[in-house]
């Protein structure tokens, strides 16, 4: 009988108040970038939204070019990918053949450099390139006065050979990957049940590039209920939700919702305080 697969979000939520998290943890970004979708559905989704529309989900700033190549380098060395046929070391066409999407920094400057992202959390990478992460984070509530500095200094100051892992997370009314802002995705209000309402984890790992950083992100999601198994989790993802404050709410997509989303919770599976 196989061991029973661990659930994404495992030990993601433990007591306390909402706040912006660091929580950068050893990581293995070999592993992290190596097919895990043995049914090809990812792959085939990401060459979807790229055909569609490549030149929305990916972008090369002049700074970004030297670490493409330098990506290529690694992808080869990993053994994931070949050599194409044409001899193009394009990031769109390394991006078709990996599972995770890509962001590179640039570590000198610590700007956004290049990047493919087909399942973006409500964000668009054409908004961010060139510019400083800072100042992408500057449009996320509180975040750059919590831990901002902490993120650019482990952005310069990366070791060669080290790879670190950490998540975000949020709650959509779609189980789909791809919340690109202009998909105008189902967006969360008071009506919600929780039949819609789904856990959107973003898992990110870092590892050093010649000159920059690479971010892979997988986005993994499941129907809220499913916390309930663990009342560790449950509880604790309401008081997030719960003490979460309006500005972080509403750049969350969920200050409407936030008294349906306990209320729906509470209704399924009892909620302690």
Same mark, same amino acid.
């Given at each position: 009988?196989?061991? $029973?697969?661990?659930?994404?979000?495992?030990?993601?939520?433990?007591?306390?108040?909402?706040?912006?998290?660091?929580? /950068?943890?050893?990581?293995?970004?070999?592993?992290?970038?190596?097919?895990?979708?043995?049914?090809?559905?990812?792959?085939?989704?990401? &060459?979807?939204?790229?055909?569609?529309?490549?030149?929305?989900?990916?972008?090369?700033?002049?700074?970004?070019?030297?670490?493409?190549?330098?990506?290529? #380098?690694?992808? &080869? @060395?990993?053994?994931?990918?070949?050599?194409?046929?044409?001899?193009?070391?394009?990031?769109? @066409?390394?991006? $078709?053949?990996? @599972?995770?999407?890509?962001?590179?920094? #640039?570590?000198?400057?610590?700007?956004?450099?290049?990047?493919?992202?087909?399942?973006?959390?409500?964000?668009?990478?054409?908004?961010?390139?060139?510019? $400083?992460?800072?100042?992408?984070?500057?449009?996320?509530?509180?975040?750059?006065?919590?831990?901002?500095?902490?993120?650019?200094?482990?952005?310069?100051?990366?070791?060669?050979?080290?790879?670190?892992?950490?998540?975000?997370?949020?709650?959509?009314?779609?189980?789909?990957?791809?919340?690109?802002?202009?998909?105008?995705?189902?967006?969360?209000?008071?009506?919600?049940?929780?039949?819609?309402?789904?856990?959107?984890?973003?898992?990110?790992?870092?590892?050093?590039?010649?000159?920059?950083?690479? /971010?892979?992100?997988?986005?993994?999601?499941?129907?809220?209920?499913?916390?309930?198994?663990?009342?560790?989790?449950?509880?604790?993802?309401? @008081?997030?939700?719960?003490? /979460?404050?309006?500005?972080?709410?509403?750049?969350?997509? /969920?200050?409407?919702?936030?008294?349906?989303?306990?209320?729906?919770?509470?209704?399924?599976?009892?909620? &302690?305080?």
């Amino acid at each position: 009988m196989g061991r $029973r697969r661990v659930p994404f979000w495992k030990g993601l939520f433990v007591p306390g108040e909402f706040g912006w998290t660091f929580r /950068m943890r050893p990581g293995d970004a070999e592993s992290f970038f190596a097919p895990q979708d043995e049914s090809g559905r990812l792959l085939a989704e990401k &060459r979807k939204w790229l055909d569609a529309d490549g030149g929305l989900y990916t972008a090369v700033t002049p700074p970004g070019e030297p670490l493409v190549a330098a990506l290529w #380098d690694l992808a &080869r @060395e990993w053994g994931h990918v070949s050599r194409p046929e044409d001899g193009s070391r394009s990031l769109l @066409e390394l991006a $078709r053949r990996w @599972e995770p999407d890509i962001l590179l920094v #640039d570590a000198e400057t610590v700007t956004v450099a290049a990047g493919c992202v087909c399942f973006p959390s409500s964000w668009s990478l054409q908004s961010a390139a060139g510019k $400083r992460v800072h100042e992408v984070h500057g449009l996320v509530p509180r975040l750059n006065a919590q831990i901002g500095g902490k993120i650019d200094r482990f952005l310069s100051r990366l070791q060669p050979g080290k790879a670190y892992r950490r998540e975000n997370w949020g709650v959509t009314r779609s189980p789909e990957r791809n919340y690109h802002p202009d998909l105008g995705r189902p967006r969360l209000d008071a009506t919600v049940t929780l039949g819609e309402l789904f856990l959107r984890v973003e898992q990110q790992v870092f590892t050093s590039l010649p000159g920059g950083v690479l /971010m892979g992100i997988r986005i993994e999601t499941c129907p809220l209920a499913d916390l309930a198994a663990d009342p560790e989790a449950w509880n604790a993802f309401a @008081e997030k939700v719960r003490t /979460m404050p309006d500005d972080v709410a509403v750049y969350k997509g /969920m200050l409407s919702a936030q008294d349906a989303i306990v209320r729906e919770m509470e209704k399924f599976a009892p909620l &302690r305080g």
